[in-house]
């Protein structure tokens, strides 16, 4: 009997050499993530100031199908994070098997270089001539508040170095200062026509008032009109003969002081700009 139970015992033995009778228990399953290690990497493009333009891109090591969760929000399989503000985000991977990288801290700041820069613009005009017309009206413009300033009259589109912009017509000019960083300063900047000196201007004011709607407004006797102010230059000769020399225009004579007026502007050279 001990003889047989000991063959047995033998025999199971053996059997369970060939065949591993272990006890049949379901083991734990391995960890997929154990030992794993995902680092990220966040490269950024800085938003510029006030805008919502900024983005994160995020690469995974090692090589692998990720998918990307800003500010633990839901995972995404895009690895770009668009449309961002400035701020600080946190930003995690996580591979197929679910396993998760550290968090990764990313601060996005404003990439504005203009940032802070209060570039200031001091205009200064000559007029253009009127009688003849003539483009030879100046801008000058003072920058300050930075450097490296380049100018511009034309609304942006080309710049110069000097700050000087010479032989203008009479109008309006959108001038831009620019400097080193591209930070601009715009102003609407006027070349006014010259208005005239004063004795020419008191001749003038005297005729519309004495002349009236015989020279002015239309008025054309004798093939004359004054509504142009270079027809009173032109005529000045004219002028000077049927009013003070004459005295034969306008009908009701001139005062002496009126004539004087205009003896005082012929005297200074009868010019628009006497
Ligand atoms: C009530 C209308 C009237 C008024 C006011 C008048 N004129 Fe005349 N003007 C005429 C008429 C009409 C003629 C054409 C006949 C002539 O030459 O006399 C003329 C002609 C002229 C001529 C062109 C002839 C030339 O000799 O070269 C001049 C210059 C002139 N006027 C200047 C003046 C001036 C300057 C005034 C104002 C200070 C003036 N007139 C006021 C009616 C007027």
Same mark, same amino acid.
């Given at each position: 009997?001990?003889?047989?139970?000991?063959?047995?015992?033998?025999?199971?033995?053996?059997?369970?050499?060939?065949?591993?009778?272990?006890?049949?228990?379901?083991?734990?399953?391995?960890?997929?993530?154990?030992?794993?290690?995902?680092?990220?990497?966040?490269?950024?493009?800085?938003?510029?100031?006030?805008?919502?333009?900024?983005?994160?891109?995020?690469?995974?090591?090692?090589?692998?199908?990720?998918?990307?969760?800003?500010?633990?929000?839901?995972?995404?399989?895009?690895?770009?994070?668009?449309?961002?503000?400035?701020?600080?985000?946190?930003?995690?991977?996580?591979?197929?098997?679910?396993?998760?990288?550290?968090?990764?801290?990313?601060?996005?700041?404003?990439?504005?270089?203009?940032?802070?820069?209060?570039?200031?613009?001091?205009?200064?005009?000559?007029?253009?001539?009127?009688?003849?017309?003539?483009?030879?009206?100046?801008?000058?413009?003072?920058?300050?508040?930075?450097?490296?300033?380049?100018?511009?009259?034309?609304?942006?589109?080309?710049?110069?170095?000097?700050?000087?912009?010479?032989?203008?017509?009479?109008?309006?000019?959108?001038?831009?200062?620019?400097?080193?960083?591209?930070?601009?300063?715009?102003?609407?900047?006027?070349?006014?026509?010259?208005?005239?000196? @004063?004795? *020419?201007?008191?001749?003038?004011?005297?005729?519309?008032?004495?002349?009236?709607?015989?020279? *002015?407004?239309?008025?054309?006797?004798?093939? @004359?009109?004054?509504?142009?102010?270079?027809?009173? @230059?032109?005529?000045?000769?004219?002028?000077?003969?049927?009013?003070?020399?004459?005295?034969?225009?306008?009908?009701?004579?001139?005062?002496?002081?009126?004539?004087?007026?205009?003896?005082?502007?012929?005297?200074?050279?009868?010019?628009?700009?006497?």
């Amino acid at each position: 009997m001990k003889k047989i139970s000991l063959l047995s015992a033998m025999f199971l033995f053996a059997t369970c050499i060939i065949f591993s009778c272990k006890k049949d228990t379901v083991a734990p399953p391995a960890n997929p993530c154990t030992g794993v290690v995902i680092s990220i990497n966040a490269s950024q493009t800085a938003p510029t100031t006030g805008q919502s333009n900024g983005s994160i891109t995020v690469t995974a090591t090692p090589n692998g199908t990720y998918t990307y969760s800003i500010n633990s929000g839901a995972y995404q399989s895009s690895n770009i994070f668009s449309n961002l503000a400035t701020g600080t985000y946190t930003i995690k991977a996580k591979n197929a098997d679910g396993c998760e990288s550290a968090v990764s801290t990313v601060t996005l700041s404003s990439s504005n270089p203009c940032n802070g820069i209060n570039i200031t613009l001091t205009p200064v005009t000559t007029f253009a001539d009127v009688c003849p017309t003539t483009n030879n009206g100046s801008i000058t413009l003072t920058a300050s508040g930075s450097n490296g300033f380049t100018y511009s009259k034309d609304g942006g589109t080309t710049f110069q170095a000097s700050n000087v912009f010479s032989n203008l017509a009479a109008g309006n000019y959108p001038v831009v200062v620019k400097d080193v960083n591209g930070c601009t300063k715009s102003q609407s900047v006027t070349v006014s026509a010259n208005p005239g000196g @004063v004795k *020419f201007n008191l001749v003038r004011n005297l005729m519309i008032a004495k002349c009236g709607s015989c020279h *002015f407004n239309g008025g054309n006797n004798g093939s @004359v009109n004054f509504d142009d102010k270079c027809n009173i @230059v032109n005529q000045w000769d004219r002028i000077n003969f049927r009013c003070v020399v004459q005295g034969t225009m306008p009908p009701t004579p001139l005062s002496t002081s009126e004539k004087q007026t205009i003896t005082d502007w012929v005297n200074a050279g009868h010019r628009y700009i006497d």
